[in-house]
């Protein structure tokens, strides 16, 4: 393994442990040790932060395997190639729900700026259970395509240490264009989700408060998107023909730093926010005068 693949390897395991412990570490904060205010707006957040430390997992054990890998030593996976599919077919699926799930956030904050009325009325009725279940609904339709429409059949060649090398072409195709698909919408959506709130807040009648937590959070959400999964994307697939052994897990590396440095803007957004309130809270409490009665 070259000098550049050793330090890509050892750049996205620190990546997705660092990812792994600040989502994880959000979801400690809001739900157990209670440092961090829950919201309700930000219910599918939560599951996307649940998501996100699950891929950090996943991650981190496809980067330590493909280290071995590269590494030419003899392990289990010599001797059961087929471990290579068990290993990196939960994270197609894992990345599969995230950008579902990012897809409906950005579409929930789209219709809370641009229709409210439609919004508080009828947001209520689509709770958490209805979303897990549409994700769900989309995994086995996932599934289906894969074993049924492109009737895959598990091989994975000597040698191989990725996905792109044991699927079939006709599953590639659909894997992609659907991630294509669920980028385009997000970005579209956060933009014209940011042009709205950059006009909207440039009125005198406003107020910072309207850009809140999941606002910020969905405009953070396109950013990274934008940054650290399209752009790496595009440019690896224009510049780079060689082997994957010559440089290493360079999408991941990219796919994790850009959930680690998301997770800590989350993190800060989640803290500045929660301090602003409680000033505001303070100093409406210490505005409040009380007449005092007259007796008689």
């Not at 750049?11 to 989502?23: H, K, P, Y």
């Not at 729900?97 to 009325?117: N, Q």
């Not at 769900?136 to 339709?141: A, H, L, S």
Request: glycine share 4%; aromatic share 14%.
């Amino acid at each position: 393994m070259g000098i550049i693949a050793i330090v890509i390897s050892v750049f996205a395991t620190f990546s997705a442990i660092i990812t792994l412990a600040i989502n994880f570490g959000l979801l400690y904060q809001i739900f157990i040790s209670k440092k961090l205010k829950k919201s309700n707006s930000l219910t599918f957040f939560y599951l996307r932060f649940f998501i996100d430390g699950l891929m950090s997992a996943d991650g981190l054990v496809i980067v330590v395997f493909f280290s071995f890998r590269l590494s030419n030593i003899e392990t289990i996976f010599d001797t059961y190639p087929v471990i290579v599919f068990y290993i990196n077919w939960p994270s197609a699926i894992l990345l599969s729900i995230r950008s579902v799930l990012v897809v409906i956030i950005t579409l929930d904050r789209t219709i809370a700026i641009f229709l409210p009325l439609l919004y508080h009325n009828k947001r209520r009725n689509f709770s958490l259970l209805i979303i897990v279940l549409l994700l769900m609904g989309y995994i086995c339709m996932e599934n289906y395509i894969l074993w049924v429409v492109c009737e895959f059949v598990v091989y994975v060649p000597p040698g191989c240490i990725n996905m792109w090398c044991f699927m079939n072409q006709c599953f590639i195709d659909f894997f992609l264009k659907s991630e294509l698909i669920s980028h385009a919408i997000i970005v579209l959506l956060s933009l014209v989700l940011a042009i709205k709130l950059l006009v909207w807040n440039r009125l005198p009648a406003s107020s910072s408060e309207f850009l809140t937590r999941a606002n910020r959070l969905v405009l953070i959400d396109a950013f990274i998107i934008i940054v650290f999964d399209v752009f790496p994307a595009a440019l690896m697939t224009k510049i780079y023909t060689g082997k994957f052994e010559d440089i290493g897990p360079v999408i991941m590396l990219s796919k994790m730093s850009g959930y680690a440095l998301e997770g800590y803007l989350v993190i800060c957004a989640l803290k500045r926010i929660d301090k602003n309130n409680k000033a505001s809270n303070v100093k409406s409490i210490s505005t409040v005068k009380v007449k005092p009665s007259r007796i008689g």
